[in-house]
């Protein structure tokens, strides 16, 4: 039993990778890094890593001298950031209890992670307690679900068809969108010179099912939530009317994305 969760863990992960990682995630690392000061030779940590996207373009940034760590939670997502980069240094870790001694990194980034974190206060702590003095944190969030193009007509799709638990998950992302609330979060974690920065991007699908299936076999099941294919297939026909609006005459769904970067320092 045990061994069957690994390989479902290790299977949804992939398909975060292969779906997600192209679609959305890939476009913001060069802009975390920026907004850390991630230079050649410095120490850097990635927390709630997933894959390893940030931590992959961190770890060509800060060559050659340099070292990039990456803690996750989830043990698929480590399996699958591994093999893709065996030469950053792995680990399973919860952010509110990392496990590395105080001011021992330059810089503490987190794409896209923060949203889901249990403690949040807690976890910001812990990157301002590991990282050294003159050290940047860098923290993106997705902004508001309706900022967020075709996500905010998929929940109400999901809503209906899969009912509160299905729609929840794809509304967990958005959680934390608005800049004031979120600027308050790291300043009271004592968060030096915080700025939030409002990041424009795109998110690039094939098609309206692969968007929707990413979300369904990638994203849901990652947050515990897993859907009989007969509610799938449900879906899936559906959304080719409901999203229809942002699909091309190829096919292919581009829509407008908006990030919230928040960046500050330890004095």
Known sequence: MEEQAEDAAITAAEAYEALHVPALFGQWP??????????????VLDVACGTGVLARAAAS??????????????????????????????????ASTLPFPERCFDA??????LMFFVERPAAIAE???????????????????????????????LDRLAGRAAADALRAPFALGRPGPLRDLFEAAGVAGTEVVMRPGTARFPSVRVLMEAELRGWLPLL?????????????GEAESA?????????????????????GGRP
């Open 127 to 157: 990157m301002l307690r590991v990282l050294k003095p003159g050290g940047r944190i860098a923290v993106a969030v997705w902004g508001a679900l309706e900022d967020n193009g075709a996500y905010s007509v998929a929940v109400e799709l």
């Open 224 to 236: 515990g939530v897993r859907l009989d294919e007969a509610v799938i297939d449900r879906i899936l």
């Open 61 to 94: 940034r800060v060559t050659p001298g340099g070292s990039v760590v990456g803690v996750d939670l989830d043990a698929g997502m480590l399996a699958v950031a591994a093999r893709l980069a065996p030469k950053v240094a792995w680990r399973r870790a919860n």
């Open 243 to 263: 999203l229809a609006a942002y699909a091309g005459a190829d096919g292919a769904v581009v829509f407008p994305l908006q990030a919230l970067v928040v960046s």
């Open 30 to 43: 060069e802009a975390m890094l920026d907004a850390a000061a991630v230079a050649v030779g410095q120490r």
């Open 108 to 113: 503490v980034l987190s794409q896209f992670g």
